[in-house]
């Protein structure tokens, strides 16, 4: 490996990023989170036909689901080591094609999995490998999507930018619970348990073809191009430390109020499965209306202050969402406000999100530094969420435990918000002697 690399400059990006830039940037992510709503709004139903063998119990095979459901997020760093490595080496373009496919490929395979009663034990090992398949793959989106967003980003306006990285999840999270919600209105209970579950998996067979055409017409990022052929750098520990504390209560939130939540509503308050999704609908677009507002505000105001404020407002409101959602003598328009505006709240997390982690990471490091930032604190705080609740509320029978998991993770937000990072030039290059024993060994 040399000190430099050059990069063909056949391909370049023009003036500014155009509409088709910005949908091949974000359409991963929508692919994405289209099928983790899924996996979560069905996981009671996912539960039935893979995870719950003859005679056993409902809560124990949620559990299982959701473990299943975890482990996928704790590959999501390797992802993101992997693909961030290639991305920054090689360009933004290839790999996010790479990626793509990976993504939509392994979501389809589910739909078509033999369950529990037709192969026995190997389903739910077979479901578990596509699920960190995905996990890898997702892994590498998430850096490479924010990298082109706020690489192709005016400036002054990266906020705005990044942002459509957190808007195309709230979509992918809205058409992921319209999809089950439709699904399971026209087939209902029985045949969406029996068959039905299969179509909004098989549904990312289109999608992924659409990202592919959008991701093969996409052109290199000017600041990769810029800045390619300069010393390679080390990815600094402090910042990916700080990086990831600072965005922990955004995936704990996230996940708490807009994937977790229906499943939750059914086991511990008893709601219907249908009255769950749509919930669930009302808090995700809470949070996709709050996004672009955020992402433009933190270009006038920063980006610290702004995801300083939604934390805290988890802090402050997560145990009165909830107390008034098992509340029976609040009305019901009540708690579809208190529903959008916990969504709203997260929202104004995610919108300045993405681009404060980009601008924490030069662009020599950037896919791998915020991609793998950004994985660290899914993977405990997101891909945990379902696990730890479910099985906190089944011990201890206490409603309130996503309340006080959703306001703890943001505490550690808001005082990660608090403290400085460090300068892109502080960044330390590798030494030249460093550099120059990898190329004798080549």
């Given at each position: 490996?040399?000190?430099?690399?050059?990069?063909?400059?056949?391909?370049?990006?023009?003036?500014?990023?155009?509409?088709?830039?910005?949908?091949?940037?974000?359409?991963g992510n929508f692919?994405?989170?289209?099928?983790f709503a899924v996996y979560g709004f069905l996981a009671t139903v996912l539960a039935e036909r893979f995870f719950t063998p003859a005679g056993g119990g409902a809560v124990e095979g949620l559990v299982r689901t959701y473990a299943s459901f975890a482990l996928a997020f704790?590959?999501?760093?390797?992802?993101?080591?992997?693909?961030?490595?290639?991305?920054?080496?090689?360009?933004?373009?290839?790999?996010?094609?790479?990626?793509?496919?990976?993504?939509?490929?392994?979501?389809a395979l589910i739909g078509?999995?033999?369950?529990?009663?037709?192969?026995?034990?190997?389903?739910?090992?077979?479901?578990?490998?596509?699920?960190?398949?995905?996990g890898l793959a997702a892994g590498g989106e998430f850096g490479g999507a924010v990298a082109v967003l706020t690489e192709f980003a005016p400036p002054g306006r990266r906020g705005l930018y990044g942002a459509w990285q957190s808007f195309t999840v709230a979509l992918g999270l809205l058409g992921g619970a319209?999809?089950?919600?439709?699904?399971?209105?026209?087939?209902?209970?029985?045949?969406?348990?029996?068959?039905?579950?299969?179509?909004?998996?098989?549904?990312?067979?289109?999608?992924?073809?659409?990202?592919?055409?959008?991701?093969?017409?996409?052109?290199?990022?000017?600041?990769f191009l810029e800045r390619a052929n300069t010393p390679e750098m080390r990815l600094g520990w402090g910042a990916l430390v700080l990086a990831a504390a600072r965005v922990t209560g955004w995936a704990a939130a996230g996940y708490t109020f807009l994937v977790v939540l229906p499943s939750y509503l059914q086991t511990a308050l008893h709601?219907?499965?249908?009255?769950?999704?749509?919930?669930?609908?009302?808090?995700?677009?809470?949070?996709?209306?709050?996004?672009?507002?955020?992402?433009?505000?933190?270009?006038?105001?920063?980006?610290?202050?702004?995801?300083l404020a939604g934390a805290v407002l988890v802090v402050a409101t997560a145990l009165p969402v909830l107390d008034l959602l098992r509340d029976p003598g609040a009305s019901t328009l009540a708690k579809a406000l208190a529903l959008a505006g916990a969504g709203a709240v997260v929202g104004l997390m995610a919108?300045?999100?993405?681009?404060?982690?980009?601008?924490?990471?030069?662009?020599?490091?950037?896919?791998t530094g915020l991609g793998l930032a950004y994985a660290l604190s899914n993977a405990v705080f997101s891909g945990c969420a379902g696990l730890i609740i479910?099985?906190?509320?089944?011990?201890?029978?206490?409603?309130?435990?996503?309340?006080?998991?959703?306001?703890?993770?943001?505490?550690?937000?808001?005082?990660?918000?608090?403290?400085?990072?460090?300068?892109?030039?502080?960044?330390?290059?590798?030494?030249?002697?460093?550099?120059?024993?990898?190329?004798?060994?080549r």
């Open positions: 490996m040399s000190e430099t690399r050059r990069v063909p400059r056949q391909r370049t990006a023009g003036r500014g990023p155009g509409v088709r830039a910005v949908a091949a940037g974000s359409v692919v994405e989170w289209y099928e704790f590959f999501r760093p390797l992802g993101a080591v992997l693909f961030g490595r290639l991305g920054d080496r090689y360009g933004r373009r290839p790999v996010l094609i790479g990626v793509v496919a990976l993504m939509s490929g392994a979501t078509a999995l033999p369950t529990y009663g037709a192969v026995g034990a190997l389903a739910p090992w077979l479901l578990t490998l596509l699920r960190i398949v995905q319209g999809v089950t919600a439709v699904t399971a209105a026209v087939l209902g209970t029985e045949r969406l348990s029996a068959w039905g579950w299969r179509l909004p998996f098989l549904l990312a067979v289109p999608l992924g073809l659409l990202a592919l055409w959008l991701r093969t017409g996409l052109t290199e990022t000017p600041e709601t219907g499965f249908a009255q769950a999704l749509l919930a669930a609908a009302v808090a995700n677009a809470g949070f996709a209306a709050a996004i672009l507002p955020a992402g433009v505000l933190s270009d006038r105001v920063g980006r610290r202050p702004v995801l919108g300045p999100g993405p681009a404060l982690l980009a601008e924490m990471f030069p662009a020599r490091v950037r896919w479910t099985e906190a509320v089944r011990r201890t029978g206490n409603p309130d435990v996503p309340g006080y998991y959703a306001a703890a993770a943001c505490a550690v937000s808001a005082a990660a918000l608090l403290k400085r990072a460090p300068r892109e030039g502080s960044w330390r290059r590798r030494p030249p002697e460093e550099a120059a024993r990898e190329a004798s060994r």
